[in-house]
């Protein structure tokens, strides 16, 4: 029989893997307890359930971790951890800490699939979705790194779905994930402090919204539809008008906004038209902007925006009341800023093989 890693499961899931071996609910709770609170994984240590029972689980169910292959550390704080799944496929996970909080920044998929022209993990081509015993480990894995603060609190206060892949392309295993981040038996954070980021997958967006509404972040990066197009080729399925429409829907008539994600590349998109434009196309969306300087990576086409550029553009969204931050780039001596994560597995689209093709033709 087959071992169930109990990673994969929410308290639900657990309710109901405890109650078909004939046990009481409550055991997803104290198993949860010692896994998500404790970060005990074996099962002969969680000292409450009885010697029987404990002895039975290691025949019925596993609680496994992905294996750390490297713990880098920048000279900022961030911190970066390589993790490899049972097959062999490699994934990042970013910790960075801030004055106020401790945002971890968790992947979703290993690779990604949307191509889109600026990304690092883009370039890497795709490989599989995460299962949610995969992205609740991340978590997991920073939390044991990390420890506690003096005053015993958790150094991980903010999860951020702005890791590997596209978290609305892999949505049941996502919103289980977030499930336990959620769950006071799990991680108990609340859901203005976890933050998914998508390139605009709008009929996941709708659903989202009924089945954990998160906070949202969109990847625009763009103002009219031609050059977002280019950008994020899922565009051409999801224009903008339709993707701030399902914003607006998300947020609703509350005092909640979507964070726009807005990277800025020479030259490309940060003209003072642009800045304008984008004021303009979000006027009536409850808005709030994120300026993110491109993080180059081998062999981009793109340069980042000059200081000088980025704080023009920032001044306009600014006068036109569009609360605008310009992200700090964090982590980049150690290849883990935005767009940087690439890990280490085998690309089943040939994404990257098919565009060196392509380059070499064009040479010829
Ligand atoms: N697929 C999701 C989440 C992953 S990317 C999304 O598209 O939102 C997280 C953020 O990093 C996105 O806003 C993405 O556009 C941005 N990003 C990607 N590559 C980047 C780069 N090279 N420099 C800066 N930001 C980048």
């Given at each position: 029989?087959?071992?169930?890693?109990?990673?994969?499961?929410?308290?639900?899931?657990?309710?109901?893997?405890?109650?078909?071996?004939?046990?009481?609910?409550?055991?997803?709770?104290?198993?949860?307890?010692w896994?998500?609170?404790?970060?005990?994984?074996?099962?002969?240590?969680?000292?409450?359930i009885?010697?029987?029972?404990r002895?039975?689980?290691?025949?019925?169910?596993?609680?496994?971790?992905?294996?750390?292959?490297?713990?880098?550390?920048?000279?900022?704080?961030?911190?970066?951890?390589?993790?490899?799944?049972?097959?062999?496929?490699?994934?990042?996970?970013?910790?960075?800490?801030?004055?106020d909080?401790?945002?971890?920044?968790?992947?979703?998929?290993?690779?990604?699939?949307?191509?889109c022209?600026?990304?690092?993990?883009?370039?890497q081509?795709?490989?599989?979705?995460?299962?949610?015993?995969?992205?609740?480990?991340?978590?997991?894995?920073?939390?044991?790194?990390?420890?506690?603060?003096?005053?015993?609190?958790?150094?991980?206060?903010?999860?951020?779905?702005?890791?590997?892949?596209?978290?609305?392309?892999?949505?049941?295993?996502?919103?289980?994930a977030?499930?336990?981040?959620?769950?006071?038996?799990?991680?108990?954070?609340?859901?203005?402090?976890?933050?998914?980021?998508?390139?605009?997958?709008?009929?996941?967006?709708?659903?989202?919204?009924?089945?954990?509404?998160v906070?949202?972040?969109v990847?625009?990066?763009?103002?009219?539809?031609?050059l977002?197009?280019?950008?994020?080729?899922?565009?051409?399925?999801?224009?903008?008008?339709v993707?701030?429409?399902?914003?607006?829907?998300?947020?609703?008539?509350?005092?909640?906004?979507?964070?726009?994600?807005?990277?800025?590349?020479?030259?490309?998109?940060?003209?003072?038209?642009?800045?304008?434009?984008?004021?303009?196309?979000?006027?009536?969306?409850?808005?709030?902007?994120?300026?993110?300087?491109?993080?180059?990576?081998?062999?981009?086409?793109?340069?980042r925006?000059?200081?000088?550029?980025?704080?023009?553009?920032?001044?306009?969204?600014?006068?036109?009341?569009?609360?605008?931050?310009?992200?700090?780039?964090?982590?980049?001596?150690?290849?883990?800023?935005?767009?940087?994560?690439?890990?280490?597995?085998?690309?089943r689209?040939?994404?990257?093989?098919?565009?060196?093709?392509?380059?070499?033709?064009?040479?010829?």
């Amino acid at each position: 029989m087959d071992k169930k890693n109990l990673l994969d499961l929410d308290r639900a899931g657990l309710v109901e893997f405890f109650a078909g071996h004939g046990e009481k609910s409550f055991r997803a709770t104290q198993v949860m307890k010692w896994i998500y609170g404790q970060g005990v994984t074996d099962f002969d240590a969680m000292t409450n359930i009885s010697k029987t029972l404990r002895a039975g689980l290691y025949d019925i169910a596993t609680i496994d971790l992905p294996k750390v292959v490297s713990d880098s550390l920048s000279e900022d704080g961030s911190r970066k951890w390589l993790l490899q799944m049972a097959d062999d496929n490699c994934i990042e996970a970013v910790f960075i800490p801030e004055a106020d909080r401790g945002t971890l920044c968790v992947s979703s998929q290993v690779g990604c699939m949307l191509n889109c022209s600026f990304c690092s993990t883009a370039q890497q081509g795709f490989n599989r979705n995460l299962t949610s015993a995969e992205i609740i480990s991340q978590l997991l894995v920073a939390a044991m790194a990390l420890g506690q603060t003096a005053d015993g609190e958790r150094r991980i206060s903010n999860v951020v779905m702005m890791g590997m892949g596209e978290p609305l392309l892999n949505y049941d295993n996502v919103v289980r994930a977030m499930g336990v981040m959620l769950d006071d038996y799990g991680f108990g954070l609340s859901k203005r402090r976890i933050t998914l980021s998508t390139a605009g997958v709008v009929p996941a967006l709708r659903q989202l919204r009924q089945d954990c509404d998160v906070s949202l972040a969109v990847s625009l990066h763009a103002p009219d539809d031609l050059l977002r197009n280019q950008l994020v080729p899922l565009n051409k399925k999801y224009p903008i008008s339709v993707l701030l429409e399902a914003c607006k829907e998300y947020v609703g008539e509350g005092r909640r906004r979507v964070t726009f994600e807005y990277v800025m590349l020479a030259g490309i998109n940060d003209s003072d038209g642009h800045a304008r434009q984008l004021a303009r196309v979000l006027e009536g969306v409850p808005a709030k902007v994120n300026l993110i300087p491109f993080n180059p990576f081998p062999e981009t086409r793109y340069q980042r925006s000059s200081g000088n550029r980025i704080h023009r553009f920032f001044e306009i969204l600014n006068s036109a009341g569009i609360v605008t931050i310009t992200r700090r780039t964090r982590g980049d001596d150690i290849d883990a800023a935005c767009g940087q994560l690439a890990g280490e597995f085998m690309d089943r689209t040939r994404r990257r093989e098919r565009s060196q093709q392509k380059h070499r033709t064009v040479a010829q």
